[in-house]
């Protein structure tokens, strides 16, 4: 778990360091994924994606996601160039595919995690939604991804 979580915030600061772009665009390609999940699970949602870990995750809402990370990853491009080096602006569009299923990956880890041990929330600091880890679960895979791919 120390691994999990340590190597995750490593990367967020490691990405701080290389520039604020990295970090937002980040958490733009989590939010872009989460939001085109679920609103592509709700309206064309049928066959479910994991239903032990999380039942309401459809394979439609996954693909909803991906598309709405590459949608935005591109509008981000667009108006920071910069911020796909020491790629290209269309191989960091692609990247984001893999961010995205990243994303959704850590998010169903962190369910499992929370199934296996029986809780609603990994935590108390912030009430209602689902505790700290859960606010950061996509991003504690994501930052390792880029990294790994080279953006900082």
Do not use: C
Not at 8 to 30: E, P, S
Not at 54 to 72: F, W
Not at 98 to 110: K, R, W
Request: glycine letters at 12%.
């Amino acid at each position: 778990m120390s691994f999990y979580v340590g190597s995750g915030f490593n990367a967020l600061l490691d990405a701080r360091i290389a520039g604020l772009d990295k970090v937002l665009l980040a958490l733009f390609i989590v939010w872009a994924t989460d939001s085109g999940a679920y609103l592509a699970g709700r309206r064309f949602g049928t066959r479910k994606l994991a239903p032990t870990i999380s039942p309401n995750k459809t394979i439609e809402g996954a693909l909803g996601g991906i598309l709405s990370a590459m949608l935005v990853t591109s509008i981000f491009v667009f108006f920071d160039a910069a911020v796909a080096a020491p790629h290209s602006q269309w191989l960091l569009v692609i990247y984001s595919i893999f961010f995205s299923l990243a994303g959704q990956f850590g998010d169903l880890v962190e369910s499992a995690i929370k199934r296996h041990y029986g809780v609603k929330d990994s935590g108390k600091f912030i009430p209602g939604h689902g505790g700290v880890l859960d606010r950061f679960d996509s991003l504690l895979f994501v930052f390792p991804l880029m990294r790994v791919l080279g953006l900082f």
